[in-house]
């Protein structure tokens, strides 16, 4: 089965670096996605990880294996919630989502 | 622009009414998607159309129906809801069941009275 999990919440001054956890596990050969939530917006692609070419990951089975994503010098602009989604054939999974907060 | 078009932006609706939400895309992606999203937490899954014909059924309740006309066109007919379905009704795109990233369009805000 799959599971996803994400840090719920982080908050930032501007100008830093920050990196946003998604721990998953799965028994297939899944691909990440990334997407952020803006008020009002419609949910928007940030990054994808394939794990399907990958040879090193137990032959298919995966646990708690970290896939985050990294946002450097961030600015007010980029509060927002940032979600992982885990796809393994027709299963489809969010995280909680992790909040992110910068402050000025 | 907005690849995945979603209408009314907001819906007010009454326990006894009857009513529709409809989602357009126009990218040739073959799987449509419905999810309900509650305020502060993630989209959850209810429909899932694959070449016109549901594939996944979240076990909804039936007062939610879903309907795929054609490829591009997916709506979701609402009857005798609940308040508790008050919620943000997400659809959302891919090129296939099984691969690629999905295209959400911006919701349709249902309050039900």
């Known amino acids: 089965s799959n599971s996803v999990k994400q840090t719920g919440q982080i908050t930032v001054s501007e100008g830093a670096s920050v990196t946003m956890n998604c721990t998953y596990t799965?028994?297939?050969?899944?691909?990440l996605f990334w997407y952020v939530e803006y008020p009002s917006k419609p949910l928007q692609l940030l990054q994808r990880?394939?794990?399907?070419?990958s040879k090193n990951f137990g032959g298919g089975n995966i646990k708690d294996k970290n896939s985050p994503i990294v946002k450097y010098s961030v600015q007010v602009s980029d509060s927002a919630v940032y979600y992982c989604l885990l796809r393994c054939h027709n299963d489809m999974r969010f995280g909680a989502g992790t909040r992110l907060t910068v402050k000025p | 622009d907005t690849e995945v078009t979603q209408t009314p932006k907001h819906l007010v609706m009454g326990m006894t009414n009857k009513k529709s939400l409809k989602c357009e895309q126009h990218m040739g992606h073959r799987a449509m998607y419905w999810y309900k999203q509650k305020a502060k937490k993630p989209p959850e899954l209810m429909f899932v159309?694959?070449?016109?014909?549901?594939?996944i059924n979240e076990s909804v309740p039936s007062r939610f129906s879903p309907e795929c006309p054609n490829s591009s066109l997916l709506n979701l007919h609402l009857h005798a809801l609940q308040p508790e379905d008050s919620a943000l009704y997400l659809c959302?795109?891919?090129?296939?069941?099984?691969?690629?990233?999905?295209?959400f369009g911006e919701g349709s805000r249902l309050t039900v009275l």
């Open positions: 799965s028994t297939g050969y899944p691909t």
């Open positions: 159309y694959s070449y016109e014909k549901l594939s």
């Open positions: 959302a795109s891919s090129s296939s069941l099984y691969t690629g990233e999905l295209f």
């Open positions: 990880e394939t794990m399907e070419n």
